[in-house]
Every structure is written in C-alpha cells, then in structure tokens.
C-alpha cells in the first residue's frame, strides 16, 4: 500500500529528505558546521530575545528611562497649579497621561534588556500613572459620592 492510502511509510526515506531540503537552505550554508544559525538578535543587532548579557550603555539607558519616568511620577505630587477644572484639568490629565506612557516606555525597554528590577519599578511608575488619571476622572464620571466638574463655572 502507498503511504497516501495509509500504509506504511519508510520513515528513513522521509527523513532524508527532509536532511537534504535544511542542508538545501541559505541559512544552514551559511553557519558553522551546518548548525542553527545564530539567534535573530544576534544577527540584526537589536536586543530581541536571546540570552546575551546586557552592555553597560543600554543598562544606562534603560535606567534613565525608567528614572525619568520616577521622577516625573514623584513632581506630579508636586502639581503646582489648580487643576479642580478647566483648562487645567486637561493640562494635569495630559502630564499624568505621560506618566504612565513613560512607564510604559521603562517596562518595554527593560523587558526587552531582560532587567527585572527595572521592569518591576518602570511597571509600577506605569499604575502610578493611572492612579493619577483614575483620581481625577473618576469623580468626574460620576463614580464618585462628590460629584466634580470637568469645566468651571
């Protein structure tokens, strides 16, 4: 019987078939031995993700991501304008909108540099973000028991 009809197969016939058509690609020629070829990252240069240890400029760089974002994160406690409604209001929510992006921005980075602590603290500047934006909206959707407005009168 033919292996279309569900008979046996020579599972070595196929085998060997399979061998020439990875020897037969581009990418086995070209690395050593005929092994794997190297990981992406290590080909195109980028910090995908493979296993090779973080240089010191990017661990810098993740570092003053996520710092910057701390630091913005801590002076928005420090707003210095009223901010209850109005233009203002908006002028807040967009700053404390940022925080969180630059959160964000912290936490891909350091996920991306396989840096724990500083994905947990770019994650946690992130909530702080959104703690921000949900305490000004909220009252303002009426979730709230004290209503606010989102325009002065």
């Not at 061998?19 to 092994?35: C, Q, R």
């Not at 010191?56 to 928005?76: E, S």
């Not at 980075?109 to 703690?131: D, E, N």
Request: aromatic residues 10%.
């Amino acid at each position: 019987m033919s292996p279309e009809l569900g008979g046996p197969r020579d599972w070595d016939k196929e085998l060997a078939n399979i061998d020439k058509l990875i020897a037969a690609t581009p990418a086995a020629k070209a690395s050593p031995a005929g092994g794997a070829p190297p990981p992406p990252a290590a080909r195109s240069g980028g910090g995908g993700s493979s296993s090779l240890p973080v240089a010191g400029r990017d661990r810098i760089a993740t570092w003053f991501r996520v710092g910057l974002g701390a630091l913005l994160g801590l002076a928005m406690t420090q707003w210095p304008y009223f901010h209850a409604c109005g233009t203002a209001l908006f002028l807040y929510l967009g700053a404390a909108g940022v925080v969180g992006l630059a959160g964000l921005w912290g936490a891909v980075t350091a996920w991306r540099r396989r840096m724990g602590l500083a994905h947990v603290v770019a994650l946690l500047v992130s909530l702080w973000g959104g703690v921000l934006v949900a305490a000004a909206v909220l009252p303002r959707i009426g979730y709230a028991k004290r209503a606010a407005l989102w325009w002065c009168p």
